[in-house]
């Protein structure tokens, strides 16, 4: 999402300054018109009054506009001024308020209500009687939910009156009905080389009327790889996904051609690749049709691809999630996590996605609860405070994926609480470090300390996680003393407790007068090298540079 922010006076530039955005100061009206179709949203740090006379005149409508998010000069509220749901200003109000420490200001009425937005609803297609439904939903007449596909949505249903359906088909939703399209339609295309771009758009058109289908169920493209990036794939604005020639070949289909083997290698591209794309059990619902320049097939998914993001949530504020973080939050269907990480992503959560609190220790349920909705076709998201390869869930679930159906993993990278923590220190970690966690609820004291014996003999600074709780008291006095044996008294040691969080706390020692009992299990232990010094108040552990 591209966000810039506009301000006016000096005190709304220190408030643009908090935000990872692109920043513009002064002339406000010009700017956000010279911009209003470039960017996907506006942070506008004045006065709401003045931000709606700048924007009114542009409005079309919520599905075409910018988000427009309104701060006030002290930073105390980020209002969603416009763009809602269908333009994300409700998100990124959140957002705002989480980077500023403000209290977001969303006033539409289904987030106000933890109602699903049947506008907006994860993963499909809305059209219909949106606002009428809605209304009547908010009045406590939920709708009834109905289908003509074995595709689940995020709510459950009532007894109307209001009426939900959904399908893939072309249907035309009346007065008191919403129809929901969920992305279940693969469309294959074969071209010759060279075809124009519209040249299977409009066999396309005319193939999913003539079987009764709706262009808005269509979610992936798929074609043979070396048609992947060309202008009659890409035209059809859907994700492209591109197969080898032997992949294709591999496929079974009703109408094999010798001639398309002949030239490309395998006797089918349209419909091996909508096959293929659509994964098990799916079936052709429109055969191979064949125009001038092109041919498209169209396959149904047998339900919805699911897929797990392991995403690390970085140390604490959101200042350092990454966006790719953001973007697995947002687009989950659900959303699992030990509660406190939960809470540390809530302004990406809404209420049209399914939250599952976890508590501590209960990692392997949670991992296997996790890889169960992903194998049953949900989009999952599976938080993790710092990042989720260094001490947390990644291991676990590429571990248990295989006997879990292996459903699609991604492991979203975050900023590690050691990396918040040197950050905070200093650059502790300038040359060769170690990270070693003094828990031996999973590891054996033996290994840890023999660990520990290898960081001390090769002079490795050492970031020490879980140091230190009210059951786990006596192993970081032991970690000093093996570090002491070949480390320096004077070697700097810096405590660094709630890294980025409320109640961040720092101190600066040596190994010789680290005091254990100022360590919790939220403080992270940095200990330097023999040739980490201190400048200034800073710890640097020189690389070399000449």
């Known amino acids: 999402m591209k966000v810039m922010t506009v301000s006016v006076t000096e005190a709304g530039r220190a408030v643009a300054r908090r935000l990872p955005f692109e920043a513009v100061h002064g002339r406000l009206g010009d700017t956000v018109r010279a911009r209003w179709r470039e960017v996907d949203g506006f942070v506008l740090c004045c006065a709401a009054g003045v931000a709606v006379r700048v924007v009114a005149p542009l409005l079309a409508g919520k599905h075409d506009d910018p988000a427009v998010v309104c701060v006030d000069e002290a930073a105390r509220f980020a209002i969603a001024l416009c763009g809602g749901h269908a333009g994300g200003a409700n998100a990124l109000a959140r957002e705002v308020a989480a980077l500023l420490g403000a209290q977001p200001v969303v006033t539409t009425a289904t987030d106000a209500a933890a109602i699903p937005a049947l506008d907006a609803p994860l993963g499909f297609v809305a059209r219909g009687d949106v606002a009428g439904v809605s209304r009547r939903w908010l009045d406590g007449q939920v709708p009834v939910v109905e289908g003509t596909l074995p595709w689940p949505v995020p709510f459950e249903g009532g007894s109307g009156p209001g009426r939900v359906l959904v399908t893939d088909e072309a249907v035309d939703p009346g007065a008191g009905e919403v129809a929901l399209h969920p992305p279940s339609l693969v469309v294959g295309i074969g071209a010759s080389s060279g075809a124009p771009a519209g040249a299977a758009a409009d066999l396309l058109t005319s193939a999913l009327a003539g079987a009764g289908l709706s262009g808005h169920a269509v979610g992936v493209v798929a074609t043979i790889d070396r048609r992947a990036g060309d202008a009659v794939v890409t035209a059809l604005g859907r994700p492209v996904r591109s197969f080898p020639a032997a992949a294709l070949a591999g496929v079974a289909v009703p109408n094999p051609s010798d001639v398309v083997a002949a030239g490309v290698g395998t006797p089918s591209v349209a419909e091996a690749a909508a096959l293929l794309a659509a994964g098990p059990g799916a079936r052709l619902v429109v055969e191979k049709r064949k125009g001038a320049e092109a041919t498209v097939a169209v396959a149904r998914r047998a339900g919805p691809e ?116 040197g950050a905070l220190l200093g650059a502790p970690f300038g040359h060769d470090h170690a990270f070693v966690s003094l828990s031996d609820l999973l590891t054996p004291w033996a290994v840890i300390e023999a660990r520990l014996r290898a960081v001390a003999e090769g002079d490795l600074a050492v970031a020490l996680y879980n140091p230190r709780s009210q059951r786990r008291t006596w192993q970081l006095d032991r970690a000093r003393e093996l570090l002491l044996e070949a480390r320096p008294p004077r070697t700097p040691v810096g405590i660094v407790t709630d890294a980025t969080r409320a109640g961040e706390n720092l101190r600066m020692t040596t190994l010789a007068e680290l005091d254990t009992a100022d360590v919790g299990m939220l403080s992270i232990v940095v200990v330097g090298s023999s040739s980490t010094t201190l400048v200034g108040s800073r710890m640097v552990t020189p690389r070399g540079y000449r």
């Not at 809470?343 to 349920?365: F, N, W, Y």
């Open 306 to 421: 699911g897929s797990l993001a392991v995403v690390g949530l970085g140390p604490g504020h959101p200042r350092h999630r990454t966006p790719a973080a953001t973007t697995a939050v947002r687009s989950a269907e659900v959303v699992i996590g030990y509660g406190p990480y939960v809470d540390q992503c809530a302004d990406l959560v809404s209420p049209a996605q399914v939250v599952v609190r976890s508590t501590i220790g209960a990692e392997a349920d949670r991992c296997a609860e996790a890889l169960r909705r992903a194998g049953g076709g949900a989009r999952v998201a599976l938080v993790c405070s710092g990042d989720p390869g260094v001490f947390a869930m990644a291991g676990l679930v590429l571990e248990q994926a295989p006997a879990a159906g292996g459903p699609p993993v991604e492991v979203v990278p975050g900023v590690t609480a050691a990396a918040a923590a």
